[in-house]
């Protein structure tokens, strides 16, 4: 029987998302993309999953589109958009959209839209031999998946433009030192560090965190004013949530706080 292209793993509090096509070194076909839009839905809706971790089988994260689907097309007849319109744009916004903490595990090559999915994750952690290629450049694309507003937001204009017109490798360590990443960790700790952190955020204040997000998004485009109230709005959500009173108590009962994520997100 065929490998599925992706294994979902229950863990407690959260999800791992393996993308699995290891022989293409995780590149995108329309299969993958189907099971991964299902999987993203059941995490939205089950009000116990508090993290999703990604992460890709065999020796790379993933190397973007699948281009053996793109070869049978004649010249000019390609509308690449199409795939965005159906596939990558729904999935980015929806990534975006989730109410609690996703995390990219970077295990080797992150290339074209596999690069820029694992940067539309809010924590992204790299093994020390992993890379980051904005590949587009190469067959004659325009970075997509959030890309080219997420690399000038991250690294500044310059390095954007360094890394998405000359589409050559940025080694892990790089990243992390420009600010592209949150951390490099060694091969063997990757998936132990991002097990971790999951655990970590399937027990932390999920509501707070939610909303820390929205905060985090929406300066992207306010100016100081309006961001100021918004945050008002938010802390009186997140005031209401019970982490929040549990949060308080614990600290003046001076024992971990035990938090159970409920609320409206
Ligand atoms: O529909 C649309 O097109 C719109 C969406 C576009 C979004 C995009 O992601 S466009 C960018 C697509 N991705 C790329 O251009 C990257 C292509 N891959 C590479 O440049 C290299 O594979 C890597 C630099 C990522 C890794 O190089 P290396 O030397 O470590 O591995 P390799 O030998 O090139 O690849 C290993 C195998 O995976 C190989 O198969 P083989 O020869 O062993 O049977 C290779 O063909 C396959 N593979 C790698 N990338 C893809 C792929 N097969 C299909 N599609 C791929 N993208």
Not at 171 to 188: H, N, Q, S, Y
Request: aromatic share 6%.
């Amino acid at each position: 029987m065929a490998e599925p292209p992706l294994l979902v793993d229950r863990r407690a509090g959260y999800r791992m998302i393996t993308l699995n096509r290891p022989a293409r070194l995780n590149a995108f076909d329309e299969a993958m993309h189907r099971a991964l839009a299902e999987a993203i839905g059941e995490c939205e809706t089950d009000p116990s999953c508090r993290a999703v971790l990604f992460t890709g089988a065999g020796r790379g994260f993933s190397a973007g589109q699948d281009l053996t689907a793109q070869v049978a097309q004649p010249d000019g007849q390609q509308d690449v958009g199409a795939a965005l319109d159906a596939y990558y744009n729904p999935l980015v916004r929806r990534l975006r959209a989730l109410p609690f903490p996703t995390v990219a595990a970077v295990n080797g090559v992150a290339a074209g839209a596999g690069a820029n999915l694992a940067l539309a994750c809010d924590i992204v952690i790299a093994a020390r031999s992993a890379s980051f290629i904005q590949a587009f450049a190469r067959i004659g694309l325009v970075p997509d998946c959030g890309g080219t507003w997420f690399l000038p937001r991250l690294v500044g204009a310059a390095r954007a433009r360094g890394l998405t017109l000359l589409a050559e490798p940025l080694p892990a360590e790089k990243a992390e030192a420009w600010g592209l990443i949150w951390k490099v960790v060694d091969d063997a700790e990757l998936m132990r560090e991002a097990e971790r952190l999951c655990a970590h955020f399937a027990q932390a204040p999920t509501v707070g965190l939610a909303l820390t997000k929205r905060a985090l998004d929406a300066a992207e485009t306010n100016d100081l004013s309006a961001q100021l109230d918004l945050e008002r709005d938010l802390q009186r959500q997140a005031g209401l949530s019970p982490d929040f009173a549990e949060g308080v108590r614990a600290f003046l009962e001076k024992r971990p706080a035990v938090f159970s994520g409920r609320g409206s997100r």
